[in-house]
């Protein structure tokens, strides 16, 4: 299984990115789909989760600004990311996970079973 990510870059505060996630090699249409945040040294942050039925999760700070999405066909999670803050920077990874697996864990993050490298953010005020 291979996620990588993409769509990470540097912005002005107020800004937005559209992150994506492709995968290969799962069976994605199963999997819940999860953005993290992982600072430098600091812990991993779960941003936004997707689940197989599309039903969707964000965390406090990030509603009603960030956006996740899944297109099935092209086996791909996003994350459009609007009103940009300094505090949203950070590497942004995307995690898998499919029912009745069990996590994995990839430096400081562990709630999922399948990750990716990620893709740096960093906003600017």
């Known amino acids: 299984v291979q996620l990588v990510e993409s769509g990470g870059g540097s912005v002005q505060a107020g800004g937005s990115l559209r992150l994506s996630c492709r995968s290969s090699?799962?069976?994605?249409?199963?999997?819940?789909l999860t953005w993290y945040r992982q600072s430098p040294g600091s812990e991993c942050t779960d941003i936004s989760k997707?689940?197989?039925?599309?039903?969707?999760w964000y965390r406090s700070a990030v509603k009603g600004r960030f956006t996740i999405s899944r297109d099935n066909s092209e086996s791909t999670v996003y994350l459009q990311m609007n009103r940009l803050r300094p505090e949203d920077s950070g590497l942004y990874r995307c995690?898998?996970?499919?029912?009745?697996?069990?996590?994995?864990?990839?430096?400081?993050?562990?709630?999922?079973?399948?990750w990716g490298k990620g893709t740096t953010v960093t906003i600017f005020s």
């Open positions: 997707i689940y197989i039925d599309g039903d969707t």
């Open positions: 995690g898998a996970d499919l029912f009745g697996e069990p996590y994995t864990t990839s430096e400081t993050c562990t709630e999922s079973t399948y």
């Open positions: 090699g799962l069976a994605f249409e199963d999997a819940r």
